[in-house]
């Protein structure tokens, strides 16, 4: 008895001295991200660092909001974008221990009606396939985003006529479409939404109290960001994006205090406060290769891949566990060392940004006693947001279209997309989407290019071209559009 005694409080006793050794590495953080921040002009960012159980370090920089001045602390809820995954992987981990599902399950099993675009798919692809990004659907954006539906069954039915991008199980292809499956998986499954479930497995035994999976939640609860983006160099303020029928994708809405207790769990074979939140099986699964991305050194190749929700690599010798996050105003990172039980969470209010892990490595260096990178070493990207731009009337004078631009003018459709229609207004091509509206600028002959007219969210690079293609006769008959690796032909409709 007394020994079991000893050796508690020897674990005791050694952890705290750990946790004060990497609070003492710190030091002198706090000035490291003010600088990196006003290098890279981002507005405003939230940071929690945890040691095995113990958060360490937990702090907000800047403001919420800019105009008014709000600042940031470690509760204020940013959106996660696709850090959003490993939840939903964890869902689907959760049934699959309590033997509602199987992740080798075909998606199939679960949703009625599914059927992907050839018989090979649904003959292979299985649960697991989605959530590593090996199914070969791709990311499938276009559809998702420029077309939104209502529900995944409205989604679902898509799905059939939509070509994938690559080779199921045996391709690396990033895709937003398999991470939507599977939240609708769950929601079959359970018959709760998504929202529900992530409520009840995640948020609720994790006690993150301020983590949401709609905005209209998080606007309410008052101490949450906006977000913004550089246009040639000044700050701007940017619309949130929406997530619509892909929240599984990347709905969720959290703050960097509640991210470390995520992060507690995962580094605890999800264990937090003693409580076995996430199954230990299934962590152990989600955080091993499951799908070797591509990459320059194809030497190291077996190094750099996908788990369930999360993404691996080896540095510095190291395990790294990870995934990044980007969405309309937003970049964040939820990082991770099993081995040394190091997590460290980076919530910023920048579009297109590697802040995130910039710091994070700064972060890392210190605590893993590694070398340190000097500040002024580490690259500045962040790429320009799109806004809407100048309409530009003239037609090329040397490359003409072959047709008047009132034969460009109707509907047109694509089963696996929607309809869109293109009209004539002041002597301008428009195109209108379900949500969005856009001018077509004219490049050559009846090639057209997609530019925003108003203000849209960051959420994809609007600037698509579409390529005007003829029949038999001679007249305006469809258009390609690159809104996948290869082009997607929409039919013009024809008056009834």
Request: with cysteine.
């Amino acid at each position: 008895m007394i020994k079991s005694i000893l050796t508690i409080l020897l674990f005791i006793i050694t952890n705290s001295i750990y946790a004060q050794v990497s609070k003492n590495e710190l030091n002198g953080i706090d000035e490291d991200i003010k600088t990196l921040m006003n290098t890279y002009k981002a507005v405003g960012l939230s940071i929690s660092v945890v040691k095995n159980k113990e958060i360490i370090y937990s702090k907000g920089f800047g403001y919420r909001d800019l105009e008014n001045e709000l600042p940031v602390n470690e509760n204020t809820v940013f959106p996660i974008a696709s850090c959003s995954k490993a939840f939903t992987a964890s869902l689907l981990g959760v049934l699959d221990y309590q033997g509602k599902i199987s992740l080798k399950d075909k998606p199939s099993v679960h949703i009625p009606k599914l059927q992907f675009y050839s018989s090979e798919m649904d003959n292979l692809i299985t649960i697991e396939d989605l959530l590593s990004h090996k199914s070969g659907l791709g990311d499938l954006n276009g559809t998702l985003v420029l077309f939104p539906e209502k529900n995944i069954p409205k989604v679902v039915e898509k799905l059939k006529y939509l070509k994938p991008e690559g080779k199921v199980k045996d391709s690396w292809l990033y895709s937003n479409m398999g991470y939507t499956l599977a939240g609708g998986i769950v929601e079959q499954v359970t018959g709760m939404s998504w929202e529900e479930n992530i409520e009840k497995n995640i948020f609720n035994p994790l006690n993150m109290v301020n983590s949401y999976t709609d905005l209209t939640s998080m606007k309410k609860a008052n101490n949450y960001s906006l977000g913004y983006g550089l246009s040639k160099g000044k700050i701007k303020k940017v619309l949130y994006e929406e997530y619509h029928n892909y929240k599984s994708a990347g709905g969720v809405r959290s703050s960097a205090k509640d991210m470390a207790n995520w992060m507690i769990a995962w580094l605890n074979n999800g264990k937090f406060n003693e409580e076995q939140v996430l199954p230990k099986d299934f962590v152990q699964n989600a955080i091993t290769i499951h799908n070797i991305r591509p990459g320059e050194n194809e030497e190291n190749a077996f190094l750099f891949g996908d788990g369930l929700g999360w993404r691996m690599e080896s540095q510095n010798g190291d395990y790294k566990v990870y995934h990044g996050g980007n969405t309309s105003g937003f970049s964040t990172l939820v990082l991770t060392y099993p081995f040394q039980k190091l997590g460290i969470t980076i919530l910023t209010n920048q579009t297109n940004s590697i802040l995130p892990y910039i710091i994070g490595d700064i972060v890392k260096n210190r605590i893993l006693n590694l070398p340190r990178t000097d500040l002024n070493d580490y690259p500045i990207l962040v790429n320009d947001i799109y806004v809407p731009t100048e309409i530009n009337s003239e037609l090329n004078p040397e490359k003409k279209p072959t047709h008047t631009l009132t034969s460009f003018a109707g509907k047109y459709t694509n089963q696996g997309y929607g309809i869109v229609e293109i009209e004539v207004n002041n002597g301008n091509l428009y195109m209108n989407y379900p949500t969005y509206q856009f001018f077509l600028e004219h490049l050559y002959y009846n090639v057209f290019v997609m530019k925003p007219i108003k203000e849209i969210s960051q959420v994809m690079d609007p600037e698509f071209a579409l390529n005007f293609k003829t029949n038999n006769q001679g007249e305006i008959s469809s258009f390609e559009i690159n809104l996948q690796s290869v082009p997607v032909e929409f039919i013009k409709l024809i008056d009834k």
